[in-house]
């Protein structure tokens, strides 16, 4: 019996063993859908067995060996839609939605293989009429499951929403205002690819999200009103047509995305500021035989852009399974889907593929191409990585200084590990030297730690010596530099003719006395003046009375020598 795929693959387990390294692979789950009540009715055979939980066996019609598909999981029809979210690991998924990471659940496969029944559950019986709570889908059922964390995370989570088409090549916002019109698709560094003016809608609470997503998008609903469009309409708005393999054809690839943000969500490193994670659902349009659907007109133009953006997505996916063309280039450009899923398949974003088939040996050609393709999917590696905000990035100067020192760490262990006994296969004489070596250094240091810190207090207290000086000086020099004043005390002149009596300066002692010695009368007129050597020094320094002053000036003026002092 031939075997392809992968041989292991449990995405929850693969998951739970962290999503960040060298390279996760995408993981890949296999539902095979019951048989349908009109194969049922035209008595179709199933090609499909599933043995175990991880391998399917697929029967050739003609006879011939049974070639086996291993995946992640492989479900039977007889798998509830809870067993679905279970096996699929969703929530895991969640998790790391909440920690900043980029995750991405897509369905694949041949139209009416069951893959929008996964994702969101069943069309409604009528407009009102909810999905039963067991039929619901991984969509809703994540959105329950998020909206229960978040209640138990007890932070304030901002919620967003954006859900958007690709219909023949055009992206539409599903949740545009006006009428949808297509909207580019633009790339740059930090985002990748984006679509340029697509409509992001808060919600307050999930419950509300759950409310809407009971609708399904089969009802053909482009209802325009004034107020604004909820995500129901988005999802009513949703092209699909009904062709001979399903009633309620997708056609076109839908991508609602769930932008997940919390002010104290679980941090990726601690200390690291909180960042927003995201959580996208891409509904694949089927793959068709347009043969085989009958379909004419417009829709022959929808399957072929449908199938031409799955060709690309084939493509890309066969190429980033080659490790040299992985390097080089991946034609993303290709088309719309592939831009939008570029992150997905070949960045930084954890991807879930659900692969769904039909049973019936009438759809056996379109089941072993979805086969093959989520086999080479589930080769495809991606390199998960939380989103880092502005304001944890690391300028490169110092993420190299970390990876520098990181290096001195390792070298410094290492000479420690060959220091250990042990760890060294050092012989003991040896060992003690090194180690005896080792404490003479570390004594040596603690002498120099010494030494060096009596000279910075021998250095400080000089300093506040020094600053003290500085400030005697500084007054000093003040007092040198202030000018006689009336009020001050004034100082002594010693009289010229006797060069003994020293008269006492100043207004209050203007005129009328004489020296006890010579006699000799002091002039009556006060010379205010700056305390010099002596009277008649050459660099006596004269000043002249002040305006106050100036009016007890009298004539009959002492001795020329005299105006100095
Ligand atoms: P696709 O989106 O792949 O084109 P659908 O999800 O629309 O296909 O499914 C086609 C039909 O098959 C729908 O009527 C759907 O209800 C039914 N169907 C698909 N999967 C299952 C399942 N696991 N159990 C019951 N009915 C299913
Ligand atoms: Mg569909």
Redesign the pocket.
């Known amino acids: 019996m031939e075997e392809r795929g992968s041989p292991d693959g449990d995405p929850a387990r693969s998951l739970e063993q962290g999503p960040e390294g060298p390279g996760t692979p995408i993981q890949v789950v296999l539902?095979v859908?019951?048989m349908?009540a009109a194969e049922l009715r035209r008595g179709e055979q199933s090609a499909l067995h599933c043995s175990g939980t991880r391998t399917l066996q697929v029967s050739p019609p003609g006879g011939g060996p049974d070639v086996a598909f291993r995946f992640g999981a492989v479900l039977d029809?007889a798998?509830t839609?809870e067993d679905v979210f279970r096996a699929c690991g969703v929530r895991r998924l969640g998790e790391l939605a909440l920690r900043g990471f980029s995750c991405t659940v897509f369905?694949f496969?041949?139209?009416?293989?069951?893959?929008?029944?996964?994702l969101t559950g069943?069309?409604p019986q009528g407009e009102g009429v909810p999905v039963p709570p067991n039929l619901a889908g991984i969509m809703q059922r994540t959105f329950a499951w998020l909206l229960d964390r978040v209640r138990h995370l007890g932070a304030p989570v901002t919620l967003r929403a954006s859900y958007l088409e690709i219909y023949n090549e055009q992206v539409r916002d599903l949740l545009s205002l006006g009428a949808p019109r297509p909207l580019p698709v633009r790339w740059n560094k930090t985002q990748g690819f984006y679509v340029e003016q697509l409509r992001v809608v808060e919600f307050r609470s999930l419950g509300a999200l759950m409310e809407l997503m009971q609708m399904a998008n089969?009802i053909p609903l482009p209802l325009r009103t004034s107020r604004p469009f909820q995500l129901v309409e988005g999802l009513s708005r949703r092209r699909s047509s009904a062709h001979s393999?399903?009633?309620?054809?997708?056609r076109s690839h839908a991508l609602l995305t769930l932008y997940i943000s919390c002010q104290t969500m679980p941090p990726v490193d601690p200390g690291e500021p909180p960042v927003g994670g995201k959580l996208c659902f891409v509904?694949l349009?089927?793959s068709e035989k347009v043969a085989a659907t009958g379909s004419r007109g417009e829709l022959m133009l929808e399957a072929n852009s449908i199938n031409r953006s799955l060709l690309a997505l084939g493509h890309c996916i066969s190429l980033l399974l080659d490790p040299q063309r992985k390097q080089s280039h991946i034609p993303f450009r290709d088309s719309k889907l592939t831009k939008l899923l570029a992150d997905s398949l070949g960045g930084h974003g954890v991807t879930l593929m659900v692969a769904?088939v039909s049973p019936s040996v009438q759809c056996l050609p379109e089941t072993l191409s979805t086969l093959r393709y989520a086999s080479r999917a589930q080769r495809v590696t991606t390199r998960p990585q939380a989103p880092k905000s502005p304001m944890a990035k690391q300028p490169q100067r110092l993420e190299m200084e970390i990876r520098q020192l990181r290096e001195e760490n390792r070298c410094l262990r290492s000479q420690l590990g060959q220091v250990h006994p042990k760890a060294s296969g050092l012989s003991g004489a040896r060992v003690a030297w090194a180690q005896r070596n080792l404490y003479g250094m570390l004594q040596e240091f603690m002498l120099e730690n010494e030494r060096l810190r009596k000279e910075k207090s021998q250095l400080q207290s000089s300093r506040d010596q020094a600053r003290d000086e500085q400030r005697v000086l500084a007054q000093q020099v003040h007092e040198l530099e202030r000018p006689c004043r009336p009020s001050a005390p004034a100082p002594a002149v010693t009289c010229a003719p006797c060069a003994e009596h020293r008269w006492p300066t100043g207004p209050a002692h203007t005129g009328g006395s004489s020296c006890r010695r010579c006699l000799a009368l002091r002039p009556r007129v006060a010379w205010l003046c700056l305390p010099s050597p002596h009277p008649g020094h050459p660099h006596a320094i004269l000043t002249l009375p002040s305006s106050r002053e100036r009016g007890v000036i009298a004539t009959g003026l002492g001795p020329e020598s005299w105006r100095r002092c």
Not at 245 to 250: D, E, F, I, K, R
């Open positions: 539902r859908r019951p349908s029809g798998r839609q369905t496969g041949q139209t009416g293989s069951g893959k929008t029944y996964t069943p069309p089969h393999l399903n009633q309620a054809s997708s509904d349009a089927g769904c």
